[in-house]
């Protein structure tokens, strides 16, 4: 049975995981049995959002603790995960995965990837095991393998694949229900709500993206 | 089209709505094409549970704005909401069913109802419209209908199926595939995880649930 890993960045589209996202994932590695290994980064939070207002709030939040909502409390610390540890990772979207794994958000393609998190993503190229991003978290996914040419889609949005292609990857458009496969490195890519518009149409691309993932990881 | 509503009560299965449980609603209620109307009450969560310890926090957070990272913005004060704004309702679990939509998981049989909780299921209930409750809610929907002999189940934990008795309810065994249905009350409920173990053995039940929740919807 594959162990997957889910890299979690919060709870919450505005500044964690994008919770629909999230819980497809599991859902679709549950039905095809795979076994599932939750991680997060232990940190703060980069902000806070009101998700019923879009405001930021003036709290302090720590990414595996609210991590840890959608995990059931079933959750690991990125930084005591190792390649070796997992034979596919998949990186769900939300604004967290810019704003934490990532400041993507705010700084484009100077941005920077957190440092655990680079570490494994580099780790699993390196070791030829695959890794599926959703939504905007291929934005972080090809800063952390500038090196390697990845090749990506987030959708259609045509500033976040030219700073895409600025951080020296290839940016692919796709639709919602579409995936896009770099074989060379393993990636396995969604637009999910970069596009939408309903869940019904995120859950589409997102099963196709695991069964990809898990076919990769069995090669 | 079938409008159903999505009674959240936070994010997050200690001390909010099962952010699985939630979202698994919503995608099988998108799949069979029903317009989706999500709201909560806009009070301060009953306590806030750190779901990487399991231990308390010291922090309040209020139960609409943390509801509406499950809603993604897209969701309303419970307050609005009649039943004729709606053709069914359904309630998923998670811990924030019993603290905070009523307290019946500190006042077992004894439990108050959140005002307009009760009033929105009361007035569903006298106008012939479908209610769905997953997991722990149903314990919830006794209390808020005692008068009206309900019928539900929450798997086969005896203690809470004592309570429930207690309520004025009567308890049906059932197993996390399963549903049970209240057709003279128009009441549909699934243990989900009252039982679990697993996202995808969950989702069997709750798909059951939304298809019956529409057909009764429909009559």
Same mark, same amino acid.
């Given at each position: 049975m594959a162990i997957i890993g889910v890299l979690l960045s919060g709870c919450g589209v505005y500044d964690g995981s994008e919770i629909h996202e999230a819980v497809l994932t599991l859902l679709n590695l549950d039905r095809a049995g795979a076994e599932i290994l939750c991680m997060a980064p232990d940190m703060e939070q980069n902000d806070v959002m009101n998700h019923l207002t879009g405001q930021p709030m003036k709290e302090k939040r720590n990414v595996l603790v609210e991590s840890a909502r959608i $995990?059931? %409390?079933d959750i690991r610390d990125i930084r005591e995960v190792k390649a070796s540890d997992i034979d596919g990772l998949i990186l769900p979207g939300g604004l967290g995965a810019t704003k934490n794994l990532?400041?993507?958000a705010? !700084?484009?393609d100077d941005a920077e990837v957190q440092p655990d998190v680079k570490r494994l993503l580099v780790e699993?190229?390196?070791a030829g095991k695959p890794i599926g $991003?959703?939504?905007i978290a291929p934005a972080t996914l090809t800063k952390a393998l500038s090196g390697y040419d990845p090749e990506v889609t987030i959708g259609n949005d045509p500033a976040t694949a030219e700073a895409i292609e $600025? &951080? %020296?990857? !290839?940016?692919?458009t796709a639709g919602v229900e579409d995936i896009c496969v770099d074989l060379r490195n393993k990636l396995v890519t969604t637009p $999910?709500? &970069?596009l939408g518009p309903g869940i019904r149409d995120v859950a589409s691309g997102i099963e196709k993206l695991v069964l990809k993932v898990l076919e990769l990881a069995s090669l």
């Open positions: $995990a059931r %409390g990532s400041n993507f705010f !700084k484009r699993m190229v390196q $991003a959703i939504c $600025a &951080m %020296g990857g !290839k940016h692919h $999910a709500y &970069m």
